[in-house]
Nanobody, 124 residues
Framework: QVQLVESGGGLVQAGGSLRLSCARS????????MGWFRQTPGKEREFVAA????????AFADSVKGRFTISRDNTKNTVYLQMDSLKPEDTAVYSC?????????????????WGQGTQVTVSS
């Protein structure tokens, strides 16, 4: 089994920055792609960013391109989401997900393991 724990959420003003972390534990000797998704009440889960197991490939939603960066430190089994120039519409619960694959999945149903999520609130 794989456990994912997010941290780093909080309240920030528009234009500010936050860095989310997702620590992975459990089976650690397998190649996992990692993704970040977000969800607001009444809406479907939305893809934000993903990174391949090596960190060599990334993908971003159009809404966050140029503002968010995804990275990973495999020595710490942790993936990061650096969020800059935050907007009120970025407000959501952000969850990380993991999938044993060499690809970079961008849809929720591609991922097998999920964290509980962390709230990000951007005030105007």
């Amino acid at each position: 089994q794989v456990q994912l724990v997010e941290s780093g959420g909080g309240l920030v003003q528009a234009g500010g920055s936050l860095r989310l972390s997702c620590a992975r534990s459990g089976r650690t000797f397998t190649r996992y792609a990692m993704g970040w998704f977000r969800q607001t009440p009444g809406k479907e889960r939305e893809f934000v960013a993903a990174i391949s197991w090596s960190g060599g490939s990334t993908a971003f939603a159009d809404s966050v391109k140029g503002r968010f960066t995804i990275s990973r430190d495999n020595t710490k089994n942790t993936v990061y989401l650096q969020m800059d120039s935050l907007k009120p519409e970025d407000t959501a619960v952000y969850s990380c997900a993991a999938k044993e694959t060499l690809a970079v999945p961008t849809t929720p149903w591609d991922y097998k393991y999920w964290g509980q999520g962390t709230q990000v609130t951007v005030s105007s």
